[in-house]
């Protein structure tokens, strides 16, 4: 019975995934799910293609984004929008700002990298953001520029060996080559996901690094005030005890619970489409969103 799965979180080379936005979704349906969504880091550009491809296959589609929001460091906080109208002019003019924040980071992060002798340009890290993508197919979505993007030529280059590394030693928080991205409040990231239609969805609770769980909730409830309609309960970086925390989280607060694999393709080679730590997303967390969606 393949129709029980799904997958709510996947990346395409819209942003810092690795597949174009077709292959994602076909690789969804080879992977035996029925229902998914598209999750991109600040960009909607690959929706029109992933609907497009779901519709041909059969697969249930809802649009998605990911959204980095504000949050003190080590933490991040990552707000995933679902069922957004891509057509709405709210969520334009922010995806419009996401990218122009990236747009006056990464050019700072190359020219540091290039003042301590590591030869990369901006032009590669674009080529790089076209990710797999033949020039023979179709034109495929313009892709928002990430630091996976820029990880991954230092690993090519033999710079550092992994993209952990680069992270660790370029590109994180208190590495050699860091630059924050402008973000935006948390606030505001929830209210643009609610104007252009969508439900607000606080992504990986894990990420935030909370202290413990009295921050977390403190967290929680901040994000509920403002508005916040789920949790992301299954996801590939939560230990079993964790998702059933967040799971009683999701209980406590009227939150629906959601779930995904957080999908980068090469970029993330460990995780497969479909599976969150070997298991199966069910269905019914993708029937749950759908309800409170039609109930806005
Ligand atoms: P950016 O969009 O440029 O802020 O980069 C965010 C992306 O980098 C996300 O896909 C993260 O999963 C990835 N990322 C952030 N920190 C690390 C890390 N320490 N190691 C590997 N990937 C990371
Ligand atoms: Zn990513
Ligand atoms: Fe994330
Ligand atoms: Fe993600």
């Given at each position: 019975?393949?129709?029980?799965?799904?997958?709510?979180?996947?990346h395409?080379?819209?942003?810092?995934?690795s597949?174009?936005?077709?292959?994602?979704?076909?690789?969804?349906?080879?992977?035996?799910?029925?229902?998914?969504?598209?999750?991109d880091?600040?960009t909607?550009a690959?929706?029109?293609?992933?609907?497009?491809?779901?519709?041909?296959?059969?697969?249930?589609?809802?649009p998605?984004i990911?959204?980095?929001?504000?949050?003190?460091?080590?933490?991040?906080?990552?707000?995933?929008?679902?069922?957004?109208?891509?057509?709405?002019?709210?969520?334009?003019?922010m995806?419009?700002?996401?990218v122009?924040?990236?747009?006056?980071?990464?050019?700072?992060?190359?020219?540091?990298?290039e003042?301590?002798?590591?030869?990369?340009?901006m032009?590669?890290?674009?080529q790089?953001?076209?990710?797999?993508q033949k020039t023979?197919?179709?034109v495929?979505?313009?892709?928002?520029?990430?630091?996976?993007?820029?990880?991954?030529?230092?690993?090519?280059?033999?710079y550092?060996?992994?993209?952990?590394?680069?992270?660790?030693?370029?590109?994180?928080?208190?590495g050699?080559?860091?630059f924050?991205?402008?973000r935006l409040?948390?606030?505001?990231?929830l209210?643009?996901i609610?104007d252009?239609g969508?439900?607000?969805?606080?992504a990986?609770?894990?990420?935030?690094?909370?202290?413990?769980?009295?921050?977390?909730?403190?967290?929680?409830?901040?994000?509920?005030?403002?508005?916040?309609?789920?949790?992301?309960?299954?996801?590939?970086d939560h230990?079993?005890d964790?998702?059933?925390?967040?799971?009683?989280?999701?209980?406590?607060?009227n939150?629906?619970p959601?779930?995904?694999?957080?999908?980068?393709?090469?970029?993330?080679?460990?995780?497969?489409?479909?599976?969150?730590?070997?298991q199966r997303?069910?269905r019914e967390?993708?029937?749950?969103?759908?309800?409170?969606?039609?109930?806005?």
């Amino acid at each position: 019975m393949s129709n029980r799965f799904i997958d709510l979180h996947c990346h395409s080379t819209a942003s810092d995934g690795s597949l174009p936005p077709r292959e994602v979704v076909r690789l969804g349906k080879a992977q035996g799910i029925s229902a998914m969504s598209l999750t991109d880091h600040d960009t909607i550009a690959g929706i029109g293609e992933a609907a497009e491809t779901a519709a041909e296959l059969g697969i249930d589609f809802i649009p998605g984004i990911e959204i980095s929001a504000e949050f003190p460091l080590p933490g991040t906080l990552h707000i995933l929008g679902y069922g957004i109208d891509p057509n709405s002019s709210v969520l334009r003019a922010m995806t419009d700002a996401l990218v122009a924040g990236r747009d006056n980071r990464n050019p700072k992060i190359v020219e540091k990298l290039e003042s301590m002798g590591v030869a990369i340009s901006m032009e590669e890290v674009e080529q790089e953001a076209r990710g797999d993508q033949k020039t023979t197919e179709a034109v495929s979505p313009p892709s928002v520029i990430g630091r996976p993007h820029i990880a991954a030529i230092l690993v090519r280059k033999g710079y550092v060996t992994s993209v952990k590394q680069a992270f660790d030693k370029y590109l994180a928080p208190g590495g050699l080559a860091y630059f924050d991205k402008e973000r935006l409040s948390p606030a505001l990231a929830l209210q643009c996901i609610k104007d252009s239609g969508g439900i607000p969805v606080l992504a990986h609770p894990v990420q935030l690094r909370t202290e413990n769980d009295a921050q977390l909730q403190n967290v929680l409830k901040n994000l509920v005030d403002l508005g916040l309609g789920g949790i992301e309960v299954l996801h590939s970086d939560h230990t079993p005890d964790q998702t059933e925390k967040y799971r009683a989280l999701a209980r406590r607060y009227n939150l629906v619970p959601t779930g995904g694999s957080d999908f980068h393709g090469r970029s993330k080679e460990k995780i497969s489409l479909g599976y969150v730590n070997g298991q199966r997303v069910p269905r019914e967390l993708f029937e749950q969103l759908k309800e409170k969606l039609n109930h806005k």
